[in-house]
């Protein structure tokens, strides 16, 4: 999966969020977990696209770990909505594997980037 895909997909996982957010029943605590998840998941696009114009590879490692802790922290939420019984959907368990899914993509690509970047440390000290 290339840059433009993975923004794509990140993308389509916020607006697939936000029409989530938008057929849930309006319960106290939901419309704070909803909320919440409306945050996290639309962070998790935001914030791959401006790692994708770090200035340096420490700053593109330090965007991409926020990345990776939106989509956890996104996975979190749906959780929540789940085994509280809040809410009942279809969609639900989708947005919580895609939420999955990025989280372990952004993972790799973390650790890969950290993985360069020691290697890269390594040959100039030589």
């Known amino acids: 999966m290339d840059k433009n895909e993975l923004k794509q997909r ?9 029409k989530f957010v ?10 704070i977990l909803t909320h919440q998840l409306l945050r996290s998941s ?3 696009g935001a914030n791959y696209r401006s790692a994708c114009r770090g200035k340096s590879t420490a ?3 330090n965007k991409i ?4 802790e939106e989509a956890d922290e996104s996975v979190y939420w749906l959780e929540l909505m789940e085994e509280s ?4 959907s279809i969609t639900l ?4 594997k895609e939420a999955n899914e990025l989280t372990a993509i952004f993972t790799a690509i973390g650790k890969t980037a950290k993985e360069k970047q ?3 440390k390594s040959e100039i000290k030589k």
Request: glycine letters at 2%.
């Open 85 to 88: 019984g809040l809410i009942s």
């Open 42 to 44: 639309t962070s998790v």
């Open 22 to 31: 938008e057929t849930a029943p309006r319960l106290r605590s939901l419309d």
């Open 59 to 61: 700053d593109f490692i």
């Open 93 to 96: 368990p989708l947005l919580k």
């Open 65 to 68: 770990v926020i990345v990776e």
């Open 10 to 18: 990140t993308k389509k996982f916020s607006i697939d969020v936000i």
């Open 118 to 120: 020691r290697l890269s």
